[in-house]
């Protein structure tokens, strides 16, 4: 190595060192808020939770709903398996969908068949599968911070004051749900505090706000969602979350042949 | 902290929703229980053809009034140990029932079965099982337990054929493992083969000569493979050994693919609906037989391709295309249309023909289009809108089926069906004897 090489190569070295230290200074990076916002939204361990769905229509509850999620993360990868059970209103008790990344059949009990369902069937009413099962935005999304790296201050559902960064998602799986998202990360405790989520088109779908945080699972974690419809501004949805349970799911559980022996415990 | 600007999106969010209590499992009704019960009122009406060219020997009805009591209940006794119960209660009026006859009241217990874990993720089952295969709506070639397993209905759909359904007296074993299943069932005869039904059977009665007249078995195995989660099945009646397979895969966000088959050495549908009504004494010894266009046995197909789209909307249309090896050609169907016109004592045998194929669950014809649209939250929310269509590719006769339900709350729902046949006198569809029927359908969920 002559000198000049040798100048070159420590001018390199030291632009990547000091470069890797004032990244560390700066910060995580978006990949890495996301991630952490993930693991607040998310245990790592299987767990069953009930869902509660509230449809407000100008500010009156009009439906209601009730879903118990089984999930689990996949040993392979850092994807969500999702059972969901239905548990109200009465006339759907007891049917339930398997969410296997695009692997998903529908149950009913009534008939007792399983159908091989599109990501497209859509869940419930306002609320995707995407709102309603775990998913890791950071296995789906790349995301970039937008604006000041300090981040920017915002209120969030109580109207209460947070720090947050100031996140953009864009799709890099076919099973990313939504066109394009931004996402709302509080510094610090890396709690979601809101998110926006678009469609192809550029259009706001739904805006999202976590709140109510509570210890569950070892974390502080939210239990409500509101989702606003931006398309129809009279409807508002929550969704909170209680009766998180750590559970020993076996992998046989994420089949078809299973959704029949799905039951309350 | 900097100064925060108001946020224009908490606009949206109603007081009532941030003062909203939060639930708790325990004010959650259905996680703590696995009943469905609801009462269901159906009033149908038809409107009868009287040009038949091969009248029906049994007169059709112009109104019938049931009341359903369905519950549907699941019970864990031990950790390893469930029993699972499920029976629908019905009471009938109508201008051909006498209130006063068995034919007023009619129970169908559909499944009373005990399931215990063996092992880990190894079930043993046994009891009335409603055991039901194949990824297709309009017609499973899979299923092989559907014979002769129909009860009433208010809805054409088979989906919904497939709800109240009886179940078969079986033990069946199953292990699952990661990805897929091995199942076993043994179905043993409990009965002599009993008749068609042409009249009500008595209240209470099991059926067990309709649903466990010969034993039977099935094995299957599913499995994931490249996405196309097949299934391959091998099951064994007193017509033979039955093989199957069955596939399904997602195409993109918006389709799913699936396909069906089965096949088994038997004779043509005409041929054994006749060895079964003589059999079983449904047709008279006299009755002359329907001259047949084949005889013996050969190995006869039956498949179901699919295909299935949703809209942004959330409509979702199934198309599906049916073939059946064993049922009538056109020229059958023709021929059936001919001998039924030109002699009156046949007419009965070739109608009993036609119920057979509906009691065994098949089609009529060898081959079938089928149409399913389905719609949730159509224009308004909680409105469901259905449509239903069979096709008879030979003479283009259908069998068309609009629905409209309308959940008017958590509890109560109220239905609309409108069914109606499209084609002339000589056609499939149009041969039927009513042209026309509506029902009027109540829930009240509990």
Request: overall charge neutral; aromatic content about 10%.
């Amino acid at each position: 190595m002559n000198m000049k090489t040798k100048i070159i190569f420590g001018v390199v070295t030291g632009a990547l060192f000091f470069g890797g230290i004032a990244t560390a200074q700066s910060g995580p990076t978006a990949q890495e808020i996301i991630a952490r916002s993930d693991e607040v939204r998310n245990p790592k361990e299987p767990f069953q939770v009930t869902i509660q769905l509230t449809e407000y229509i100008a500010g009156t509850a009009r439906n209601e709903m009730a879903l118990t999620v089984y999930s689990k993360l996949a040993a392979t990868s850092e994807k969500f398996r999702n059972l969901v059970r239905y548990a109200e209103p009465p006339r759907d008790r007891g049917k339930s969908v398997l969410m296997d990344g695009t692997m998903m059949w529908f149950y009913d009990p009534a008939s007792k068949t399983s159908v091989r369902i599109s990501p497209e069937q859509r869940l419930v009413g306002q609320a995707s599968q995407g709102d309603v099962v775990t998913v890791n935005l950071a296995r789906d999304y790349t995301a970039r911070l937008v604006g000041s790296p300090d981040g920017e201050t915002i209120q969030d559902a109580d109207k209460v004051a947070r720090r947050c960064w100031h996140l953009e998602l864009a799709p890099k799986s076919n099973e990313a749900v939504y066109a394009k998202a931004e996402y709302w990360v509080e510094r610090d405790s890396f709690h979601p505090i809101k998110g926006k989520f678009y469609s192809d088109s550029g259009r706001v779908l739904k805006i999202a706000y976590y709140h109510r945080y509570e210890k569950q699972l070892g974390a502080e974690r939210p239990s409500e969602t509101i989702i606003i419809d931006a398309v129809n501004a009279k409807l508002v949805t929550t969704m909170n979350f209680h009766g998180y349970r750590g559970l020993d799911i076996p992998d046989s559980w994420y089949q078809r042949e299973y959704l029949p022996r799905l039951k309350i415990d | 902290m900097d100064q925060v600007e108001a946020d224009p999106d908490l606009a949206a969010i109603p007081k009532s929703v941030l003062s909203a209590t939060a639930p708790t499992t325990s004010s959650t009704p259905g996680t703590s229980s696995d009943s469905r019960i609801f009462l269901e009122s159906a009033l149908t009406t038809w409107e009868r053809r009287s040009d038949l060219p091969v009248p029906t020997p049994n007169a059709q009805p112009s109104y019938q009034e049931r009341l359903s009591l369905d519950v549907a209940y699941d019970w864990k006794a031990t950790h390893a140990l469930r029993f699972s119960f499920s029976d629908r209660l019905n009471a009938f009026a109508g201008d051909d029932i006498s209130l006063s006859s068995s034919s007023s009241l009619r129970n169908d217990l559909r499944e009373a079965f005990a399931s215990y874990e063996v092992a880990s993720q190894t079930f043993l089952e046994i009891g009335r099982i409603n055991l039901k295969n194949g990824p297709a709506l309009g017609y499973n070639p899979t299923d092989f337990f559907k014979p002769r397993t129909q009860v009433s209905l208010a809805s054409i759909d088979p989906s919904e054929s497939r709800q109240n359904r009886l179940g078969v007296f079986m033990v069946q074993g199953q292990k699952l493992f990661d990805g897929g299943a091995v199942t076993i069932a043994l179905a043993p005869e409990v009965q002599h083969q009993s008749r068609l039904l042409t009249g009500a059977p008595a209240s209470f009665d099991p059926l067990l000569g309709q649903t466990n007249f010969s034993t039977r078995y099935l094995g299957s195995l599913s499995f994931e493979l490249l996405g196309l989660s097949p299934q391959i099945l091998v099951f064994h009646d007193d017509v033979g050994t039955h093989l199957g397979a069955s596939s399904s895969r997602v195409l993109n966000t918006s389709m799913v693919a699936y396909a069906e088959w089965s096949g088994v050495d038997s004779g043509s549908l005409s041929q054994r609906a006749i060895a079964f009504g003589q059999a079983t004494g449904s047709l008279p010894p006299n009755t002359p037989l329907i001259p047949q266009s084949s005889t013996g046995k050969r190995f006869q197909n039956d498949a179901a391709i699919g295909v299935s789209w949703t809209s942004s909307h959330r409509m979702t249309v199934n198309l599906e295309y049916h073939y059946h090896e064993s049922g009538f050609t056109r020229d059958d169907f023709d021929r059936w249309i001919e001998l039924g016109h030109s002699s009156s004592p046949l007419a009965r045998e070739l109608w009993f023909v036609r119920t057979y194929a509906m009691d065994e669950g098949e089609p009529l014809m060898r081959q079938q289009i089928f149409i399913r649209l389905d719609w949730p939250d159509a224009f308004i929310q909680y409105l469901n809108l259905g449509l239903v269509t069979f096709i008879d590719p030979f003479d283009r006769s259908t069998l068309t089926q609009l629905s409209a339900q309308y959940a008017l709350s958590k509890r109560w729902s109220f239905g609309i069906y409108a069914t109606a046949a499209f084609g002339g006198v000589h056609t499939e569809k149009g041969s039927i004897p009513w042209s026309r029927t509506a029902v009027l359908q109540i829930v009240r969920y509990f």
